[in-house]
C-alpha cells in the first residue's frame, strides 16, 4: 500500500506539519463549532481528534478539491452525531473551508448537526440510525473489489453501536467474503447517551469477540498518536485476506480538563465563557 502522503494532494499551506499539531486543530475546529451552537457533541470530537489526524493525514488517500476522485479511499462515518468531529477534520484537510465553520448547524448550512451525505463534500454516507455503517461498508467493500479497485473503506463506528444486531451481522459478512479491504475503526469512550456503555450492554470482550468473528483485531490507546499509527499501519499492511478492526479507547472531552472531568460528556452544554476557557485549555496542551 503506498503511503497516503505520496498519493494525497494536500493543501501546501502547513503540508508538513505533524499529526499531533493535526489533532491540535481538529480539537480546535471542533470547540469553535461547538460555540457557533452553544452545545454540542463536543466531548466525542476531542476524543476521537488523535484518530482522524492519523486517518487524514496519514492514511487516507484522497484529494481535497475531488472528494469524488474514482481511486480515493472511502471515510465512513457510522456515527452520525460525530459530525462535528468529521467536519473539523475535513476542514483541516482542506476539503471544507475553515470560513464556514461559522454556519455549523445553521439553516442551509453544508455542515448540519448530524451529517448527511447530500450535504457536505466528503462526507461518503449519511450516519445514524446507528448501527447500519458497518454494513454500508461491506457493500462498498464489494463493489469495490467487483471493480478491482485497490481502494479501502474506513469505517469508524462507535462503541455503543456493538450493542446493535447488525452490526454483528456485518461482521460476520465482512469475514465471510474476507473483505481485506476493510478497516473498521470502534471509538470505545465508553459512554452512550444513558450512561456508560460497558453498564448499558457491555460488548466485552471486543476484540476477542471480533477475532471470533474472522477478523483481524487491534486494541489501542486512541490518545496516542504512535500508538493509532502503527495500528493503522498494521492493518493496512497485513497480508491476510480478512477484514481488519482497530478498536481505539479514548477519553471523552481530551485535551479541555474540565470537561474531562464530567461524569456525563456525551452531549455538552457549557457556559458560554466557558467555550473561551476551552480554546485556553487546547492551547495550552498544543504541541510543541
Wanted: proline share 4%; hydrophobic share 40%.
Amino acid at each position: 500500500m503506498v503511503d497516503a502522503a505520496s498519493e494525497t494532494e494536500m493543501p501546501r499551506a502547513g503540508s508538513n506539519v505533524g499529526l499531533a499539531e493535526r489533532a491540535y486543530r481538529i480539537r480546535r475546529h471542533a470547540v469553535r463549532m461547538g460555540e457557533v451552537q452553544g452545545q454540542g457533541y463536543v466531548g466525542q470530537a476531542l476524543g476521537v481528534a488523535d484518530v482522524l489526524a492519523v486517518a487524514y493525514f496519514h492514511a487516507l488517500r484522497y484529494r481535497p478539491e475531488d472528494t469524488l476522485w474514482e481511486e480515493r479511499d472511502r471515510f465512513l462515518l457510522s456515527i452520525g452525531h460525530y459530525a462535528i468531529a468529521l467536519y473539523a477534520a475535513l476542514i483541516e484537510a482542506g476539503v471544507l473551508p475553515e470560513e464556514e465553520l461559522a454556519s455549523y448547524g445553521t439553516d442551509d448550512s453544508r455542515m448540519p448537526m448530524s451529517g448527511m451525505a447530500a450535504y457536505t463534500p466528503g462526507m461518503e454516507i449519511t450516519g445514524g440510525s446507528l448501527g447500519h455503517g458497518l454494513g454500508i461498508a461491506v457493500g462498498m467493500c464489494l463493489g469495490l473489489k467487483r471493480k478491482r479497485s485497490d481502494s479501502l473503506v474506513y469505517n469508524l463506528l462507535s462503541d455503543g453501536e456493538l450493542g446493535e444486531g447488525s452490526t454483528w451481522e456485518a461482521a460476520m459478512s465482512a469475514a465471510h467474503h474476507r473483505l481485506d479491504n476493510l478497516i473498521a475503526i470502534v471509538d470505545f469512550n465508553n459512554q452512550q447517551a444513558d450512561g456508560p456503555s460497558t453498564a448499558m450492554l457491555s460488548s466485552e470482550p471486543v476484540t476477542d469477540k471480533f477475532e471470533a468473528f474472522g477478523w483481524h483485531a487491534q486494541r489501542v490507546d486512541g490518545n496516542d498518536i504512535d500508538a493509532v499509527r502503527e495500528a493503522f499501519d498494521c492493518a493496512r499492511s497485513l497480508k491476510e485476506p480478512r477484514p481488519r478492526m482497530i478498536i481505539c479507547d479514548t477519553r471523552m472531552a481530551k485535551g479541555v480538563p474540565f470537561l474531562e472531568s464530567r461524569d456525563v460528556t456525551h452531549f455538552i452544554r457549557v457556559e458560554p465563557h466557558e467555550w473561551a476557557l476551552a480554546l485556553e485549555a487546547l492551547e495550552q496542551g498544543r504541541p510543541l
